[in-house]
């Protein structure tokens, strides 16, 4: 598995900037919603905090000099965090209980997050779809837009409203934290039950976070909120991995989780 993470660009020097990350780094430490998706700190984290974080958690450099190039994710780290996501796959398919997956990154990780759920399913867990078609307005850089939230093989999803057949996919792209304040509403409201695990990423996890049910989720090298969520007590695993190479690329990591979790069809 960690031959396949280096190889594979999902950790190692990974596509995302050291540029980009040390901007977005800045944006949380201002408190900008746009990188907070969904999580309200506890503490105030300058950016040296968030770069001392990010190095222990990811491994990208720590050094504040070092401004250009590709960023870095330590293949070890990203084993151990992989490690513990699995591990409360296999608690939480042991009890049964509820689930929610979400993502807002269909193009990429739908069929990551799609097999979980099956895997879930198959073992006795609840794999929950409320407020199924609702819409949200969701601020992006182009403006307010509705998007419809939308179900594909248990997984919730974001689309432009008439943009593909409703069950087709893959979806938006989004970081918003309030698609799953929506879901997570409707359940509350008698749509079904509350999960007991969110699984996603983005504002997924850091939305279902902040309102105090547990999360687990995948993040980039640029996301610092899900691990603030970790380190704040928020996020129960983040895994730091590049979250936009190729689909293909995450089915090994895919087979790698359901067998650790012994979910496995």
Same mark, same amino acid.
């Given at each position: 598995m960690r031959s396949h993470l280096l190889s594979s660009?999902?950790?190692?020097?990974?596509?995302?900037?050291?540029?980009r990350s040390l901007t977005r780094y800045r944006m949380f430490a201002a408190r900008d919603p746009r990188v907070l998706i969904g999580l309200e700190p506890k503490y105030d984290w300058c950016f040296a905090d968030l770069l001392h974080l990010m190095s222990q958690r990811c491994g990208v450099s720590a050094d504040p000099k070092d401004t250009s190039g590709h960023d870095v994710i330590d293949p070890d780290r990203t084993m151990v965090a992989l490690d513990a996501f699995a591990d409360r796959l296999a608690t939480v398919a042991a009890t049964g209980a509820p689930v929610l997956l979400g993502t807002g990154h269909p193009h990429r990780l739908l069929g990551f997050y799609a097999a979980l759920a099956a895997g879930l399913s198959a073992a006795g867990c609840d794999v929950l779809t409320p407020a199924q078609g609702r819409s949200v307005d969701i601020t992006t850089r182009f403006g307010v837009r509705t998007y419809n939230l939308d179900y594909v093989r248990g997984v919730a999803l974001m689309r432009e409203p008439g943009a593909r057949k409703a069950g087709s996919e893959p979806g938006a792209h989004?970081?918003?934290? $309030?698609?799953?304040?929506v879901v997570l509403a409707a359940a509350a409201d008698g749509a079904g039950p509350l999960p007991a695990l969110?699984?996603?990423?983005?504002?997924?996890?850091?939305g279902a976070g902040q309102l105090g049910i547990?999360?687990?989720? $995948?993040?980039?090298?640029d996301d610092p909120a899900l691990f603030v969520g970790e380190a704040e007590g928020r996020v129960s695993v983040a895994v730091p991995l590049d979250d936009t190479v190729r689909s293909d690329y995450y089915r090994p990591l895919t087979r790698y989780v359901l067998n650790r979790a012994c979910l496995s069809q």
């Amino acid at each position: 598995m960690r031959s396949h993470l280096l190889s594979s660009g999902l950790a190692g020097a990974v596509a995302t900037s050291r540029e980009r990350s040390l901007t977005r780094y800045r944006m949380f430490a201002a408190r900008d919603p746009r990188v907070l998706i969904g999580l309200e700190p506890k503490y105030d984290w300058c950016f040296a905090d968030l770069l001392h974080l990010m190095s222990q958690r990811c491994g990208v450099s720590a050094d504040p000099k070092d401004t250009s190039g590709h960023d870095v994710i330590d293949p070890d780290r990203t084993m151990v965090a992989l490690d513990a996501f699995a591990d409360r796959l296999a608690t939480v398919a042991a009890t049964g209980a509820p689930v929610l997956l979400g993502t807002g990154h269909p193009h990429r990780l739908l069929g990551f997050y799609a097999a979980l759920a099956a895997g879930l399913s198959a073992a006795g867990c609840d794999v929950l779809t409320p407020a199924q078609g609702r819409s949200v307005d969701i601020t992006t850089r182009f403006g307010v837009r509705t998007y419809n939230l939308d179900y594909v093989r248990g997984v919730a999803l974001m689309r432009e409203p008439g943009a593909r057949k409703a069950g087709s996919e893959p979806g938006a792209h989004t970081h918003s934290p $309030l698609p799953v304040r929506v879901v997570l509403a409707a359940a509350a409201d008698g749509a079904g039950p509350l999960p007991a695990l969110v699984v996603g990423d983005h504002g997924w996890v850091c939305g279902a976070g902040q309102l105090g049910i547990e999360a687990i989720g $995948l993040a980039d090298s640029d996301d610092p909120a899900l691990f603030v969520g970790e380190a704040e007590g928020r996020v129960s695993v983040a895994v730091p991995l590049d979250d936009t190479v190729r689909s293909d690329y995450y089915r090994p990591l895919t087979r790698y989780v359901l067998n650790r979790a012994c979910l496995s069809q």
